[in-house]
Structures are given as structure tokens and as C-alpha cells.
């Protein structure tokens, strides 16, 4: 009992599932060190591109591709590798404590699972087998399962993490809504381009990106929604951090003697 209770007041409660990711180790570290990850991986790949790099004309697999980006493909595979490993612990959080439906748990946690995989075996094609066919089907069809799977997840475990707490309503719909409205857009501009590729103002061919509105291109789209899925993970976790957990995450951690009675446990 005297355990469970140094582990309640170091703001860690064994029962709710998080085992050892406390509120301030998921939202100062892990999250932001994810962020961090993608985003040097994608800088240090656009800079050794060999052309100039445009969201609106490349596609984010171009950065990975050994045939487009032969020095820099590299660092794409391994910021892809880093993040999947990066994304096991923050599963455990959101998955762990009390959730509305077990059935929703259950399926979300399946679901991040399988995005996380996919983003794994990504980086490994990547990396490993950085030239096994000219248009990498393997690549594209890993890309849509780790979006669509680490999407869904994510709004999934929320949804249902927020609705067995209080107060947290607000940062669940932002959350969900940064998650879902740049995935949705791809999807609609795909399907648009897909069935009507001569739909006035959108661009299909090369040459037609150049010109047209950065939002009636679907590699923009892409962008936006591997942006949203990013930082809709972060709001996720913050979403399901009772609010005192969450304001105490941005302070430093003080030892667990000093904070008998205080430290809120996540969720």
C-alpha cells in the first residue's frame, strides 16, 4: 500500500495503465522530442535535395526516395524509424487509464498499433531497400495505412479517454479537429482528382502545380495532413491530462517527498 502510494504522489498511478509516463514526462519530453524528430529528419532531407524543394510539386515520400533524393533519403528513413519508436510509449499513455467504452480502447490502441508498424516497416523499406522498384507501391501503401491508422487512433483513444473524465471536452475537439479536417482534405482531393482530373482549378500534372492555388494540389494536402496527425498527437495527450496534471507538466518536477497530497495522476 505505502507503494502504490509513493507512486500516486510522484504523479504516476499504477492503476491507470500509464505505468511510468507521468504528464510531464509525455507532454515536456516525449511529444515535443517526436515533433522534433520528423521535423530535423525533413530538414535535413530538403537540404540535401537536389533541386528546390516545393510542398506544393514534391510529395513528402519524394524526400525518402533514394531515386529523387539520393544523399538525403537517408535521414528521411531513419526520422521515420525514430518517430514509430517514439509513438510506442505515448500509445501506452493514451491507452491506459480510465477510458468510456473498452470496446473504443481496445479498437484505438489496435489502430495505433498497426499505424505505428506501418511507419516502422516504412522506414525500414526506406533505408534497407531504398531501390526496389520504380514506382515503391510498398511505399504508398505503407504511407496510407500509417496515416489513415495513426489518425483514427489517436481521435479514437481520445474521444473515448475524455468522455470517462470532466472538463477536458474543449482540447478533445481541437484535437480531434486538427487530426481530422487536413486527413479529410486529402481524402476529398484525392477522390476529386481520382474520378474528375479535369476539374476546373485543380492540378494534376506537373506544370499545372506551378500556377494553381496551394490548396488545389494534393501533395499540399499531404503536407497538411501529416502536419495535422503531428500536432494533433500532442493535443491528444494533452487532451486526456486532467487540466492541475497538465499545468504541472510545464514546471519542473519536484521530488516525490515534496509533493505529498498534490501531484494528480494522469487521467
Known sequence: MHRLTTRSRGGIDARNGSGWLSPSLVLGLLCPLTILSFVVAVALAVTSYPTAFDMRLQWISSLASAKRNPTGYFYMGAGLTTVAVLLIPLRRYLSGGPHASPIARSAGATLLLIGITALLLMGVETTVFPNYGRNRPIHRLLSLITLSSLTLGFVTLTVS???????????????????????????????????????????????????????????????????????????????????????????????????????????
Request: with cysteine; proline share 10%; aromatic share 10%.
Open 161 to 267: 479517454r475524455v468522455r470517462a473524465m470532466s472538463g477536458r471536452r474543449g482540447p478533445a475537439c481541437l484535437a480531434c479537429a486538427v487530426l481530422l479536417a487536413p486527413a479529410l482534405g486529402t481524402a476529398l482531393t484525392g477522390l476529386l482528382l481520382h474520378f474528375s482530373p479535369d476539374a476546373a482549378g485543380w492540378a494534376v500534372s506537373r506544370p499545372a502545380r506551378h500556377t494553381a492555388p496551394f490548396f488545389h494540389t494534393l501533395p499540399f494536402w499531404e503536407w497538411a495532413a501529416v502536419s495535422g496527425l503531428f500536432a494533433g498527437g500532442y493535443l491528444s495527450a494533452w487532451a486526456v491530462t486532467p487540466r492541475r496534471a497538465s499545468l504541472a507538466a510545464i514546471a519542473t518536477p519536484r521530488p516525490a517527498q515534496d509533493t505529498a497530497g498534490g501531484s494528480p495522476t494522469p487521467g
